[in-house]
């Protein structure tokens, strides 16, 4: 038998950017939480995934949407990750945002994405949600990271050409 805490420890192990997830509900109110399981998957369409606990507070909105955003957090936003992974009952209570073109957008994030719902997919107690990129922006200032427990800046690197 696997030891699921060791697991999650070997897994911590990789460091990954930190994302705010958002949707409206069928009632038009923001729902959001915080998800490290973030990738592209393609850039010609342009899609991609984020991983959603079947558990979570969020996961019903999500799963009853056409539509998302990925708001990839900035090394400032570290207290708003915290926020948006808490047991908080409405996350968007006394937090900044806006409306975007179909899901909620946190400002002063590194970058937003706007995504409409490619597919699903059934990965045993989450969901992995494919998105296609309808929108997208984004600003110069460095990423928040996390790793091992910690959240941290991503170093920057020279621009790209």
């Known amino acids: 038998m696997m030891d699921t805490r060791d697991y999650r420890r ?3 192990s990789f460091p990954t950017g930190v994302t705010i997830i958002t949707a409206y509900d069928t009632d038009h109110h ?3 939480l915080t998800a490290n399981s973030f990738t592209s998957v393609s850039l010609d369409p342009p ?9 979570g507070r969020v996961f019903p909105t999500l ?13 400032a936003q570290q207290d708003l990750a915290l926020h948006f ?3 908080v009952e ?8 806006t409306a975007g073109r179909t899901a909620p957008l946190l400002p002063g994030a590194a970058a937003h994405l706007d995504c409409i719902v ?20 984004h600003t110069p ?3 928040l990271v996390y790793c091992r427990g910690s959240f941290f800046a991503a170093p920057q690197p020279e621009a790209m050409p």
């Not at 409405?90 to 945002?97: A, G, I």
């Not at 059934?122 to 922006?137: C, F, K, M, S, T």
């Open 10 to 12: 070997a897994l911590g």
């Open 47 to 55: 899609v991609i995934s984020v991983c959603v606990a079947k558990s």
């Open 118 to 137: 490619h597919s699903r997919v059934d990965a045993g107690d989450h969901e992995i949600l494919l998105g296609r990129v309808q929108h997208y922006a």
């Open 63 to 75: 799963s009853m949407s056409g539509h998302f955003a990925v708001n990839i957090l900035s090394a």
């Open 85 to 87: 992974a808490s047991n």
């Open 90 to 97: 409405n996350r968007f209570t006394d937090t900044d945002w």
């Open 141 to 143: 200032v460095p990423p």
């Open 30 to 32: 923001p729902w959001g």
